[in-house]
C-alpha cells in the first residue's frame, strides 16, 4: 500500500502527477516540491505576457496556491529537495516551506528542463535572458517597455514566438539561427522557408546559417558580434538585450543521484508506465525520456501535451493504479504573424535520422472551396511508410485551420491509418468551411499514387 | 472491354464519375448527360451567391462547358435521357444536344435528388421558390434585391442558409420548422437550442413546432398561414416571397425503368463498388443509397462530400477498376451567423432508430487557453457504443474550430477508435491555437469514466 506520494517539481508534469494522484487515491498522502515560488504555471503563455496577448502573469498561473490545501495536497513551494536516500525511502528538503526529511513510498520525478546556454562569449552580462520561467517572462515585459532593439539567439519556437512578441510591442527584432533554417526540430526546410519569408515580411530580421559569437558591451549589451557559417563574415547587430532561446537539456542530476538509468537521450528512462529503472520512482514531462511513437526510439517529450499526459499516468501509477502512456507523437503547433505552423510525426530529417523509409504526399491547397470568398492558402506535407504505407508524419503551413488539420494527422498516425485510409478520410464540407476534397485528402491522393508506383 | 461509358446527371457526383473514368481510362469512350444547361456547379455554393459571398454566379460552375472536349468527354448539356433499352445497352436522348440513341456498355446513375415540395396549399403561385438550382439561385439573389420580407419553410441546412443569407441582405426573415427544433436531421436538440438562440439574436424569426398550412395570396405571396402545433394556435406571417426548403427524394424513375433495385431508403441501392443490382450499371450521389459507416444501414448520402467519393468510386469502375466506397458517416457542418455547427456518425435520435445503445461524452470547453485572450465556448458531444466503446458519433458547437475538431472525430469513427483511443489523442498545443488537453480529449474522458461503470 502506498501511503505517501512525493512528486518533486511542480511545472506542467509535476502538478498533474500530484493532482491525478490524488483524483485516483482519496487517501494517500502527497507532497509536492518546487524551487519556484510559483507553482503550475504555463511556460509556453509566457511569450504572450510580453505581447499582452496574457493580460496579466497571474493568470498564467494554473494551480494557485490555497487551491493545493483544498485537495490536501502539501505544497511546499520554493523550497528545495537536497538529498534522497532511497535504500531508507527519505528525502531532505529546504527552503520556504522550513527544513525536514520525509519518508515516501513512491517518488515522481518531474524537474523539468533548463535552458543549454551556447558558447558565446559576454554571456555573463545584465538584460542577457532566457524564457523559461515567469520571472524570466517579467524581466522580458520590463525590457519591452524601455527597450527599442531586441536580439534573439535562437529561431526556434520559443525564439521565434519571442520575436514576434518584441515586434508587437513596437522593437526592432533580429534572430540570429546558427542552422540553415528557424524552427527546423519541427518542420522541413521548405515550411521554414515559407515561415522565414513570412515573418520578415512583418519585420523580423532574421538571419540563418549565422553564429551568434560574442556580447559587447560592459555592464550590458550593446550589440551582438554574428559570423555566417557559410561567407564567414562577420558584423555587429545593435542590441538593447539578448534572449537566449537554443534549447534545454533534462535535469536529472537528482534522479542521478539515486542510480535511476539515464537514458540516450539524456533524459530518464522510462516504461510504458512512466517508472524508471527504480520501482517505484516515476519520471514525467521534460526531465524523462519515452519512445517516439513512430520510431520507437527513445526521445525527449518536450512538450506541454506530452508532459501533462505523462504526468497524469505517473500519478496514477504512483498512488496504486495501473496506466500506460501511449508514446510520442510530438504534435507541434504556433502561430506568428497569423501564420499557423503544424508539425506531427516525424520530419523529413528525422525520418533519415531513424532509418525509416518514407514516401511523400505534398500539395498547395487552400482552405476553403476556390468559388468562396477569403480562402487561404494552405501548405500540406505527408508523410508514410514505404514498406507499411502507415502515415509517420505531416506538415502544414497556412493562415487558417493548419493546427486543426494537423488533430487529424495526429491521431491518424497513432491509430495506425494508412495513405489508402487517409485518402477514405470523410472530411466536413461547406463553403463557409472547406471544400468536398480536403487538402488532406489530395496529400493521401498524391502518396497513394507515388507507394502505388514503387 | 469497357468502350463507352454513358454518365446521366452531371452534378457533384455524375461528373466527378466522369472525370475519374477519364483519369482512370484514357481510351474509353465518355458521354455525360445533363437536363440542365449548366455543367458542375456546386450546389452548396448556392445560398452564398445571395449573400455575395459567392461573387458570381459562374464562380460555381466548377467545370466550364469547354472543359468536357478537352478531356474527351462528350458533354450532352440541356439534354435529357428519354429512354434506356438496357437488354439492347441503348439509350435514346433529347434536347440541346438533339435527338438520338446511342450503344453504352457501362451506365452511371447520377440523377441526383429534387424538392419534395410538402402539403401546403397555395404553392402554385409565382415567387415560391426551392433552392435547389443555379436558376434558383437566381431568382432568389433577384428577390434579395427587391423584397422586404422573406418566408423560410424549413429549418434544415439549405433552409438556415438563406434564412442567413436573405438576413444579409437586410429582409426580414422567418423560418418555420415543423419539428420542435431546427437542423434536427443533423444535431440533437439540446445543440439546435444554442443555434437557434444564436440566430434569433441574430435577428432570424425562428417558429418551431409549427406547419405551414396555406400560402395567401393572388398570383404571388402576400402572407403564410402557419400552426403551432402543439398550441394549435394559427397566425399570418406577412411575406413577399416563400423559399421552400423541406427535404429532397432521390430521382430514380429513369433507373426504376430497367429495373434496378430501390432501397429501403427509396434510393438506389449499390454495393460496395457502388454497383446497383444490374451488372455494368452503377449509381452514386443523391440517388442513390449505401450503407451507414456505423450503423450498416442502408440511407442517402445527401452531401457534396459523399457524391464525389461515390462518384469517383462508380466512374473508375465502370472504366473498369475496382475500387471501393468506405461508407457514409455523414460528417455535415454549416456556419450561420459566425456560429459552426458540426455533426458527424450518428445523432442521439439515429442511434435510437437505429437500436445501438450508446454512452456520452458531453463537456462545455474553450477553443484556446483560459489564459489566453479570446477562446470561444465549445459544446461538444461524443457517443460511443456502449458494448464495444467505439466511437459512433460527435457534434460540435462553437464559434471558431467546431468543424475542423470535427474532423477527428469522423477519422476515428472511420477507424475503429475507441473512447480510450480518442483520450489518448495527442492534440497540438499552443496558447494561440489550444489548450494541453482538447476538449474532444476531455469529452473522451467523460465518456471513459461512464463506460468504466456501466
Known amino acids: ?63 494557485k496556491p490555497d487551491n493545493w490545501g483544498a485537495l490536501k495536497i502539501n505544497a511546499k513551494l520554493g523550497t528545495t529537495v537536497k538529498k534522497i536516500e532511497h535504500s531508507k525511502r527519505t528525502l531532505s528538503y529546504e527552503g520556504e516551506a522550513g527544513e525536514g526529511t520525509i519518508q515516501y513510498d513512491a517518488l515522481v520525478f518531474a524537474t523539468g528542463a533548463e535552458n543549454a546556454d551556447p558558447p558565446i562569449k559576454g554571456l555573463d552580462k545584465e538584460r542577457i535572458y532566457g524564457l523559461r520561467t515567469l520571472n524570466d517572462a517579467k524581466a522580458l515585459a520590463a525590457e519591452a517597455d524601455k527597450a527599442k532593439k531586441a536580439l534573439v539567439v535562437g529561431g526556434g519556437l520559443v525564439g521565434m514566438e519571442a520575436a514576434e512578441a518584441f515586434h508587437e510591442r513596437g522593437l526592432d527584432v533580429t534572430v540570429v539561427e546558427f542552422l540553415p533554417h528557424i524552427l527546423l526540430a519541427m518542420v522541413d526546410p521548405d515550411m521554414a522557408e515559407i515561415v522565414e519569408e513570412h515573418c520578415r515580411v512583418h519585420g523580423i530580421k532574421i538571419l540563418t546559417n549565422t553564429a551568434a559569437q560574442e556580447v559587447l558591451g560592459k555592464e550590458h549589451p550593446t550589440g551582438v558580434v554574428v559570423k555566417n557559417r557559410v561567407t564567414n563574415e562577420e558584423q555587429t547587430i545593435d542590441t538593447d538585450f539578448v534572449v537566449v532561446a537554443t534549447g534545454v537539456r533534462p535535469v536529472t542530476d537528482l534522479a542521478e543521484t539515486i542510480g535511476v538509468k539515464i537514458g540516450s537521450s539524456r533524459g530518464i528512462a522510462t516504461d510504458e508506465r512512466m517508472m524508471t529503472s527504480i520501482d517505484d520512482v516515476y519520471a514525467c514531462g521534460d526531465c524523462a525520456e519515452h519512445l517516439d511513437f513512430v520510431a520507437k526510439t527513445p526521445c ?108 487529424v494527422l495526429t491521431i491518424g498516425i497513432q491509430n495506425d491509418v494508412d495513405a489508402s485510409e487517409l485518402f477514405d478520410f470523410e472530411n466536413c464540407y461547406a463553403p463557409a468551411i472547406c471544400d468536398t476534397w480536403d487538402p488532406l485528402v489530395e496529400a493521401a491522393s498524391a502518396a497513394k499514387r507515388r507507394l502505388r508506383k514503387k
Chains 1, 2 share one sequence.
Not at 499526459?309 to 501511449?326: L, M, P, S, T
Not at 507541434?332 to 535520422?353: H, N, P
Not at 532509418?355 to 508523410?383: A, C, H, M, N, R
Request: proline share 3%; charged share 25%; hydrophobic share 40%.
Open 300 to 407: 525527449p517529450g518536450g512538450l506541454g501535451t506530452i508532459a501533462v499526459r505523462q504526468g497524469r499516468v505517473a500519478g496514477i501509477n504512483a498512488a496504486g493504479g495501473d496506466e500506460k502512456f501511449a508514446g510520442i507523437v510530438g504534435a507541434k503547433v504556433t502561430k506568428l504573424f497569423g501564420l499557423e505552423i503544424a508539425s506531427t510525426g516525424l520530419t523529413e530529417d528525422m525520418a533519415k535520422r531513424y532509418d525509416v523509409p518514407i514516401i511523400k504526399g505534398s500539395i498547395k491547397g487552400s482552405t476553403k472551396p476556390p468559388y468562396y470568398q477569403g480562402g487561404k492558402e494552405l501548405k500540406v506535407k505527408t508523410f508514410f511508410n514505404k514498406e507499411t504505407g502507415k502515415l509517420v508524419g505531416g506538415q502544414l503551413v497556412g493562415l487558417e485551420d493548419a493546427a486543426m488539420r494537423l488533430n
Open 1 to 63: 500500500m502506498v501511503e505517501h506520494i512525493v512528486v518533486i517539481g511542480c511545472g506542467a508534469a509535476g502538478a498533474t502527477a500530484a493532482l491525478q494522484a490524488r483524483k485516483f487515491n482519496r487517501k494517500v498522502e502527497i507532497s509536492i516540491f518546487n524551487s519556484e515560488l510559483y507553482s503550475q504555471y504555463s511556460r509556453c503563455g509566457l511569450p504572450y505576457t510580453i505581447s499582452g496577448k496574457v493580460e496579466d502573469f497571474d493568470d498564467l498561473v494554473l494551480m
